[in-house]
T-cell receptor, first 114, second 115 residues
Framework: AAGVIQSPRHLIKEKRETATLKCYPIPRHDTVYWYQQGPGQDPQFLISFYEKMQSDKGSIPDRFSAQQFSDYHSELNMSSLELGDSALYFC?????????????FGSGTRLTVV | AQSVTQLDSHVSVSEGTPVLLRCNYSSSYSPSLFWYVQHPNKGLQLLLKYTSAATLVKGINGFEAEFKKSETSFHLTKPSAHMSDAAEYFCVVTHGSSNTGKLIFGQGTTLQVKP
């Protein structure tokens, strides 16, 4: 079965650079969520999209932005990167029909800022 | 507001002995509760989910959890630990009264399994 695809798997950037993370949800899933997991931390909700519109916003820095495209894939754009942005970034998807019961996470993108 | 508290940050058991990972929740609504497992450098895998159909929920790999409203608990158990169970475990609750929307994670419990 198709899963949530995230790319790239690993990314190394320097301070003040920009990064773009991509997420491809499970087909027919209409909702995408982004989470950030720092070293030794639990995942923290960043932002979510339903039918290409932002549906909820969490602790996402102003330097970050995200969007969901017409094909339902989503991109998380991160600018002016800081050392503290080094983390594992998860994308998850679900459909309103199954909601949290059908919530599926991708394998994550590990971002290292040096 | 919804929240979960995992009572142990680290649990160590011997292979073949029972596992108990404790979780208490706080919710203004009837919650949806989940347990996720994360192996080192891996993504999050759903172990089981409470859907209000039955208070005893069976998951993958022999894990199960019991929803106890009177104790606001959702502890995860397994009768016999395997070495492959060593991982980080997260108790998770949905935010809000619906079954959509963001998930709120507990702080995580590291399970160590000794030979």
């Amino acid at each position: 079965a198709a899963g949530v695809i995230q790319s790239p798997r690993h990314l190394i950037k320097e301070k003040r650079e920009t990064a773009t993370l991509k997420c491809y949800p499970i087909p027919r899933h209409d909702t995408v969520y982004w989470y950030q997991q720092g070293p030794g931390q639990d995942p923290q909700f960043l932002i979510s999209f339903y039918e290409k519109m932002q549906s909820d916003k969490g602790s996402i820095p102003d330097r970050f932005s995200a969007q969901q495209f017409s094909d339902y894939h989503s991109e998380l754009n991160m600018s002016s990167l800081e050392l503290g942005d080094s983390a594992l970034y998860f994308c998850a998807s679900s459909s309103t029909g199954t909601g949290n019961y059908g919530y599926t996470f991708g394998s994550g993108t590990r971002l290292t800022v040096v | 507001a919804q929240s979960v508290t995992q009572l142990d940050s680290h649990v160590s058991v011997s292979e073949g002995t029972p596992v108990l990972l404790r979780c208490n929740y706080s919710s203004s609504y009837s919650p949806s509760l989940f347990w996720y497992v994360q192996h080192p450098n891996k993504g999050l895998q759903l172990l089981l989910k409470y859907t209000s159909a039955a208070t005893l929920v069976k998951g993958i790999n022999g894990f199960e959890a019991e929803f106890k409203k009177s104790e606001t608990s959702f502890h995860l158990t397994k009768p016999s630990a395997h070495m492959s169970d060593a991982a980080e475990y997260f108790c998770v609750v949905t935010h809000g009264s619906s079954n959509t929307g963001k998930l709120i994670f507990g702080q995580g419990t590291t399970l160590q399994v000794k030979p």
